[in-house]
């Protein structure tokens, strides 16, 4: 198969891919590909995909995960507090409110 090399440096193929490759020999016969050549080339390709993915480190995935705690929390102590001060403010309105603690 030739390759050529892109400006990114990646390798671009020239040739049609293996997929295009089975649908034109299954449109030769008149049908697609087998529904488990299809399930497998799926997986394959799957699987290509996720090695090309750069994962982050263990550190990093720690250091975002509690800024998203840390943010989860404040918004928590701010709802909560405008939801009391709300209540509370109903409360002067219209007394035969049942206690909030």
């Known amino acids: 198969m030739k390759e050529k090399k892109s400006v990114a440096g990646d390798f671009v193929q020239n040739d049609t891919t293996t997929k295009q490759k089975d649908v034109k020999k299954a449109k030769k016969n008149g049908k697609k590909p087998r529904f488990f ?7 394959k390709e799957t699987f290509a995909e ?3 993915v750069s994962w982050p480190t263990f550190g990093k995935v720690v250091k975002q995960t509690g800024v998203v705690l840390v ?6 102590v701010v709802i909560t507090a405008f939801d009391v ?3 509370s ?12 603690f």
């Open 85 to 87: 001060g709300l209540y």
């Open 71 to 76: 943010v989860v929390l404040i918004f928590l």
């Open 37 to 43: 050549k299809r399930i497998g080339r799926w997986f």
């Open 50 to 52: 996720l090695k090309k």
């Open 89 to 100: 403010l109903l409360g002067l309105v219209k007394p035969s409110l049942p206690g909030l």
